[in-house]
């Protein structure tokens, strides 16, 4: 199927000679959640920036539902609906009517029994004639939301949609993006909470320095480069690895009280029984022992530290 | 053409001046009284005619064009500074809309707004003098291009400017003495012949004689010197304007 988004070689270098984006090439499939994890200042903005047209690229092309931006922007930008970062709002307007606002700029007729349905779905609509500058924070995010929904677009790009949100709001944050790909929106989303995309995304694009590290599903990145560790803790301090257990790769840890194992869990024979068996021939007792599987942010910290 | 986008941008400006509509008013109906009690009824008296024209009546053109050029081109660049100040410029970035609809939307709105305020002073002096329109159709184109090119001129300043200082800087330098030395409130050849050169090369003086000319057929210079003013103001505003869209000059980097 033809991608809803495709960029192909975007490089951006700012004025000031700052190269944000090295060479992006990258597709969005119809109706996925697209994770763009970064740390600050990686080129996340910058990359969405310029396919929501705030900012020129300095290459490279872009098409969005088979448009591209810069030829056929009025087209391109139609589909898309853009959630920024940063609060800014018209502090002095009612929820509503921003809302509102948003719709027409992008063409669309007024249509107040949309605007309050998106209002209801976000928690809004009590708010709905309230000024923007009485609101939450928290608040002030679904109504920017809510404001990237009112043309009824078929991407949303979320620019680090929790930055500066609380857990319990989070959690419904990710209510309402669940809610909307049902619906059938293709979503992008920015974080640098790994535990965000691990909870959202379908798919994974790591961006450092400018370039993408690598794309691939969730569950593959997890299995390609996640390992399983199993630690045991042992009753006497050993002074090193015995002999009789060197093919198992050990890791000796806190003075000598912990043994680390690490192991591929996809792999046929995971030797686990065979380990304690050699255990307790070389006459190791065992006080306890735990498994811990490497989470993205342990292959997202390692994947960023390799390239530095 | 996203005729939806002109018309958003247009309502937004203008519901945004109602908020402060008492003050956007009262505020130049009691300065154009206060002009007609000091220049009309003080100086006035001393005066009496212009050209065969009371001293009060002769100063309303002025004192309109004043206010239409100040307020054209503060409110336009007041529009499009605030969303780059407050940082909401991104949704008309990532809006298909055209540049040419922005313009649209708040040159529209600014030109309303001083065309609104320009007719509130007309009726505020006809209080006090008699008025007479010789030429109401011109009279009204003058005071729509006027409008329209000082609200582009405004809305290029909102553009230029990044902080608040610079959006007062050229309504308070530029415009308001060279509306005030423009022959608002005399008639040139009372000038000694020197001034009189040095006032030809002001370009507000030829927008006032103009106006003026459609209410009392009086003028400085002649009409067609007025409308070729008028018309090279909108010409460079409307360049420069189209330029800074080519570019994406403080919008896009």
New interface residues.
Partial sequence: MQPIIAVSRLSKK??SGFEALKGIDLEIARGEIFALLGPNGAGKTTLISII?????ASDGAVTVGGHDIVRD??????M?G?V?Q?L?????ESVF?TVS??R??????PNPTYIEKILKDLSLYDKRDNKLRELSGGMKRRVLIA?ALSHEPDILFLDEPTAGVDVSLRKDMWEVIRKLRESGVTIILTTHYIEEAEEMADRIGIISQGRLLLVERKAELMRKLGVKQLKLEVREPLASVPESLATYDLELNDEGRTLVYTFDRQGERTRITALLADLQQAGIRVRDLDTHQSSLEDIFVSLVKEQQ | M????V???Y??EM??WK?TVLQSIISPVISTSLYFVVFGAAIGSRIETVGGVSYGAFIVPGLIMLTLLQQSVSAAAFGIYF?KF???I?????????FFEIVLGYVGAGATKSIILGVIILATAALFVDLRIAHPFWMIAFLLLTAFTFSLIGFIIGIWADNFEKLQLVPLLVITPLVFLGGSFYSIDMLPPFWQNVTLFNPVLYLISGFRWSFFEVSDVSLVWSVAAILFFLVAALSVVWWIFKT?YQL??
């Fill in positions: 700012y004025d929501c047209g705030i900012v020129n922007y009025r087209a391109a930008r139609s898309i853009l920024p940063e800014t709002t018209d502090q002095f009517d606002f948003t027409g700029l992008f063409g669309k007729a404001k | 996203n005729f939806q986008a018309k958003s941008i309502m937004f519901n945004r908020r969303p407050t940082g909401t991104y949704e008309l970035l990532s809006a298909p809309v055209s994406g896009k980097s």
